[in-house]
């Protein structure tokens, strides 16, 4: 086994320190070693292979679902002696460094070679061909004195870090660190010389492709109006500097968005920095309708529909141009018309029409061109047919809410009925995923009259004792199936039928039989809707609605819900307090977890709490510190002073492969 030299070189001190032993100081054990030998036909050993499998926990959380294994391979080569004169290091699979020693006849280390893979090379798993996968990085070799002399050492070429962010890259004057940086979502770019230009190339070092490559010519009048110097001294850092505030890159469409500071426009260029629309607009997007290519939204004045090669489609004589699904809300002069990506008329200009076009090509259209029309349209944008005329309150998912003069009713996209109007249904609300939710009368509340009604509203809503009333009236005796709740709520399922009366706690809403509920999220999410409880005389407060009809009542000191129920049941909430300030009292919020059930998961002490975007629970933040909590309310992360502390410790966490070094192993 050898050691790290007595003088390890500082040059390579960077790259060495993606080598942290942060979990091998948390392993106990090796968990299992395999080693495949061949030998000489004199007997002596030839060549070995060692393999070792380690285990170590996530956050140093000795839980079996923190537990990782990994395995790094070392292989031996030996002369017809027995000697060891040649050892491959391999840390990890994917692991960014490759590293070669070779040693003397006496056994010591001589030389030390390391290889960096190749950002866009193949994965080659389980191989140790440096010819494809690696490039010579640095080289050292040893005398008899241990001392350490630098045989080779590459140029280390710059690189930047680039963010994706709705399709497009932005580039980042920060500088991209191999190893500690190695996380799934960052990507980074370089900046090399060519013979006639300067090329910007972004690559994704975790899948080894290339993102875009950029050429920056010193003979184009961009560059040139920009004052970058590419003919005399070439300085990357200046490239990128140029890029970084103003430069866009769409990969998938072979553009660039410039923005200039001075016009406050933007240009639309190629990648080689060619105006594609010849002048600055002030604004462009990109529309991905599903199923077709891309294309640009243009506004100058006024807005058009153009190919990304700068084709118009739709000529920019229009004040404004919405995109919904597969057709485009084109408005002019208070009217208002659809069209389709081609530049076709699909439902001419009417005036202040409005329109709702749902993913099946179903329109809802507002019908005010004149005083005598009122109403809407439910319009198949395919056939172009009017299922529909009438007054379509709202239309998700194959299904319509319809009003009727005798109650709302549903009816599916051919202009069938679902649900039938009918008098009890008082409100229908149907989500974007085929649920709907009814409220419905409860017609022996509504039969009651004169004393009845009084004594009613007497004994439930105002709470009066029944030694208050002038006239006692048993209701319950007079009617046998006499139920004091005002409204009932029912749970449809539109696709198969299903039918749920909501389970509703009505204690905690303190026996009182005027409450209201009402639908507050748009579909289920995880098997739960958000909803908003309405007991009359007293605030209303948020709640979840499962699938199977259970309404969630959670305490009353949780004044809001912030999110949705996730996939572990459990949300956010938020409760508000009374902390002393030195002006006096005040009311803050703070926030925490509960489960579907309402059992608190992480107690509401602090002023943010979100779900951490790598899975590992709640990131939250309290006393001017940040920290992460998994599901089950235990800390991984204790309070750190910085939110780029706790990033850290997850990123390093969650990259079994920088996490070890083969020289501490072996």
Known sequence: MSSWPKHTPVLLASFLSIFVVTAYSQQETIDSLTTVETHYRNGKIKD?????????????????????????????????????????????????????????????????IFYEKNAVSPRKEGTFKRTSDYKKLDAYSYDENREVRIEYSKERTPKFEVQLEAGRYTFSSNSYEAGYRRFKHLKYAIVVRRKRYIEVRGLDPIHRTTLFVLKLNASNPLIRSANLNLDSVFNKWNVMRFLTPRV??????????????????????DLSFNAII????????????????????????????????????????????????????????????????????????????????????????????????????????????????????????????????????????????????????????????????????????????????????????LKKPDSAHEKKIDLFARYPDFQPWKYRYVLFNLKTGKIDTLAIDHGVLEENPTYSLSRAGEKFINGYIKIELHPQWSQGRSSFLSLDGEVINLPPRFTKIKSEMNAHKQAIVVQSKKIDTPGGQRNEEFEGVIDASGKVIIPCDFSVCDEDPYGYGYIVYGDSCYGLIDFEGEWLIPLEPRYDDVQRKIREAEDDFFTYSTDQIF
């Open 48 to 112: 070995r292979t060692t393999v070792r499998y380690i285990h170590y926990y996530l956050f140093d959380h000795r839980s079996e679902k923190y537990r990782r294994r990994l395995h790094c391979t070392v292989r031996d080569n030996f002369d017809k002696r027995g000697r060891l004169v040649r050892r491959d290091s391999l840390p990890a699979r994917d692991s960014l460094l490759f590293c070669e020693k070779y040693f003397g006849a006496d056994g010591l280390l001589k030389t030390k």
């Open 248 to 269: 866009g890159v769409i990969p998938d469409l072979g553009l660039i968005t410039y923005y200039e500071e001075k016009l406050r426009k933007t240009r639309i260029l």
């Open 278 to 461: 010849r002048e600055p607009v002030e604004r462009v997007t990109v529309l991905r309708p599903p199923g077709k290519r891309s294309y640009l939204l243009i506004c100058q004045e006024k807005c058009g529909l153009f190919t990304a090669r700068g084709k118009a489609i739709i000529p920019p004589l229009y004040d404004a141009i919405d995109h919904q699904g597969d057709y485009l809300i084109i408005r002019k002069d208070q009217q208002s018309a659809c069209f389709d990506y081609r530049g076709n008329i699909i439902i001419p200009f009417r005036k202040n029409a409005g329109y709702h076009i749902s993913e099946d090509n179903m329109a809802v259209v507002d019908k005010h061109s004149s005083s005598k029309e009122h109403g809407s349209l439910l319009i198949n944008m395919v056939s172009g047919d009017t299922v529909y005329n009438g007054r379509v309150l709202s239309y998700y998912n194959n299904f319509g809410v319809v009003y009727e003069e005798r109650g709302n009713s549903v009816v599916n996209a051919k202009g069938e009925w679902i649900i039938h109007p009918n008098e009890r249904i008082r409100d229908i609300k149907v989500t974007s995923d085929g649920m709907a939710f009814i409220e419905l009368t409860n017609p022996r509340f509504h039969s009651l009259s004169g004393s009845e009604r009084s004594y009613w509203l007497e004994k439930y809503e």
